[in-house]
């Protein structure tokens, strides 16, 4: 049975590890010590290291037949120092991973102007966020180039789940854009996102990028919506985008300055994968029968 190393113990990670359990031997690395006990209850091993601390990433050299890289970059500046840190490590060891995945950003690809975009499309990312990300890939296909190692990366859109939902976002009244402001938005289901990083330790070919998104394309005043009207709650409020800036956040309104509508081909041809919630539509119904099940029991 072969070693799997998973970088970034989110939930995610949690989704995905049942699969992963079934075909390797799964070592979880985790910064924080108090969430050993649910990993290896799981049925992983924990490693506690740390992406911030390279001296902690001692251990992991040549433990891993494979990598599941799913750890956020740093807040600040435009390179991804844990991904440095990281592959440093993986390159001092004995053996080295046979195949890597990484989960990155559709962000990278910057504001399309709603176009249509394939894995093709040049990364133009305009945020600090996406340049990290940006900077991380390139590492890491460096990377796979130098040492024969098979990297994939995926590039996920906005990750959502029932527990990962606006709720609290349209209870708030925040606003959204007039529909002549409104911007292409993509999602993918956080289930659905853990299957295409296993089927990608499997199938992803070597420096390949992949739209890890669903087959949705919608305008975000229009998810929002969506969710409101099966959770029954008011719609958004609607402003132009020359008002919005007196009421978003700039990390909200980073997200409103981009628009794009992703091609998942690859994911669909290449990685095999078949979509357990195709449209937003299906996993907000599902996130709403799961609720009003929780509710009713």
């Known amino acids: 049975m072969q070693n799997l190393l998973i970088v970034g113990c989110g939930d995610v990670a949690r989704r995905a590890l049942p699969a992963l359990l079934a075909r390797y031997r799964v070592f979880a690395l985790l910064r924080d010590p108090a969430k050993a006990a649910v990993w290896r209850a799981a049925g992983a091993v924990p490693i506690l290291a740390d992406l911030d ?7 992991i050299g040549g433990i891993a037949d494979l990598v599941l890289h799913m750890a956020p970059p740093g807040e600040h500046g435009c390179i991804d120092l844990r991904t440095r840190r990281l592959l440093a490590a993986l390159a ?36 600090a966020r996406g340049q990290r990300r940006l900077d991380a890939e390139r590492q890491l296909r460096a990377f796979g180039r130098r040492y024969d190692v098979v990297v994939s990366i995926l ?70 919506d969506l969710v409101a009207d099966r959770f029954g709650l008011p719609h958004p409020p609607r402003v132009a985008r020359a008002d919005a800036a007196r009421h978003l956040s700039p990390a909200q309104l980073s997200f409103i300055s981009e628009s794009r509508r992703l091609s998942n081909c690859r994911i669909k041809n290449e990685l095999r994968v078949r979509l ?17 099940k929780q509710c009713s029991n």
């Open 53 to 59: 601390d390279a001296d902690s990433l001692a251990r």
């Open 92 to 127: 001092k060891g004995q053996s080295l991973p046979q195949r890597l995945v990484y989960i990155s950003t559709s962000g990278v690809y910057g504001d399309c102007m709603g176009e249509r975009v394939d894995e093709t499309r040049r990364a133009r990312p305009a945020t």
């Open 155 to 224: 590039r996920a859109p906005g990750i959502y789940a029932a527990d990962r939902l606006p709720l609290d976002r349209l209870r708030a009244a925040l606003p959204v854009l007039n529909a002549e402001d409104d911007v292409f938005t993509n999602h993918i289901h956080a289930d659905d996102l853990a299957t295409i990083a296993v089927a990608a330790l499997r199938l992803g070919l070597p420096n390949r990028v992949y739209n890890a998104s669903d087959d949705s394309a919608m305008k975000m005043a229009g998810y929002f």
């Open 276 to 292: 357990r919630y195709p449209s937003v539509g299906d996993g907000v119904e599902a996130a709403w029968q799961q609720r009003n």
